[in-house]
């Protein structure tokens, strides 16, 4: 593959991404939560998956199915790891989630495998396969927000930590970033496919649209940073805040 200057300084943006992971990874190895994995393997994967999949052009044609193949085969392990970490944090104890979770990341599994029988990685529009994958974010959109909602009502009462109020608040934020850049790239390759401009890495080869979803990486960096790895003087900030509205 070759790579273009300035264009691919925005390689920098999954490598920060990925160091954000490792740190996570070392969180979850030292308390043995799941959710810290979970997250940490979705941010190491997919800004990956979706920086192969608009650079699958530069690479020797013969391989450009491979290529489009292991962008999809990251992109699916970001949503059964979003899958997977919604069920665990949100609604642990609900046997319809745990079913949901399971069984949905089993069909995203069968689905990328059925475009490897069936050659559909041959041709530029296999990104559509990833279509059910990005029902993953709305999930973990909809508990975040419910989440925090509910919480900021029983902090009014003073019956909820505002650092446990704000953390989901911050879920919210960067699911909700990662819902807009779904969104975005979504409907602009459907605009294309209609259209009949669709090319290589869909809406997220556009250098608006790419533009758009790197702008919209920095909430969500600081936002994982602040849920997992928050100094504690951010928790006393907001620990003192809280306090004074209350008088």
Do not use: K
Not at 19 to 27: E, G
Not at 31 to 44: A, H, N, Q, S
Not at 144 to 172: E, I, K, M, Q
Request: contains cysteine.
């Amino acid at each position: 593959m070759r790579f273009e200057w300035p264009a691919d300084l925005g390689l920098g943006i999954p490598i920060l991404l990925s160091l954000l992971s490792l740190r996570l990874f070392r969180l979850a190895a030292r308390t043995r939560e799941l959710p810290e994995l979970l997250v940490g393997i979705y941010f190491l994967v997919v800004p990956f998956g979706i920086s192969l999949s608009i650079r699958t052009d530069r690479f020797a044609p013969e391989d450009a199915a491979t290529v489009r193949a292991a962008s999809n085969a990251l992109a699916t392990a970001g949503g059964v790891a979003l899958l997977l970490f919604t069920w665990c944090v949100f609604r642990p104890g609900e046997r319809w989630a745990r079913g949901l979770a399971w069984g949905a990341s089993a069909g995203l599994a069968a689905l990328w495998a059925l475009g490897l029988v069936l050659g559909a990685y041959a041709s530029g529009s296999s990104l559509f396969l990833l279509l059910p994958c990005y029902a993953s974010y709305l999930w973990v959109f909809v508990e975040s927000l419910r989440y925090y909602l509910l919480l900021r009502r029983r902090r009014r009462l003073g019956l909820a930590d505002p650092v446990l109020v704000n953390r989901f608040l911050l879920f919210a934020v960067w699911t909700g970033s990662v819902v807009a850049i779904t969104v975005l790239g979504v409907t602009g390759s459907i605009a294309q496919w209609l259209t009949g401009s669709f090319h290589e890495g869909g809406a997220l080869a556009n250098p608006l649209v790419l533009g758009v979803a790197r702008v919209l990486s920095l909430p969500i960096a600081v936002s994982l940073w602040l849920i997992f790895l928050a100094p504690a003087r951010y928790h006393a900030w907001l620990r003192g805040r809280a306090a004074e509205a209350a008088r």
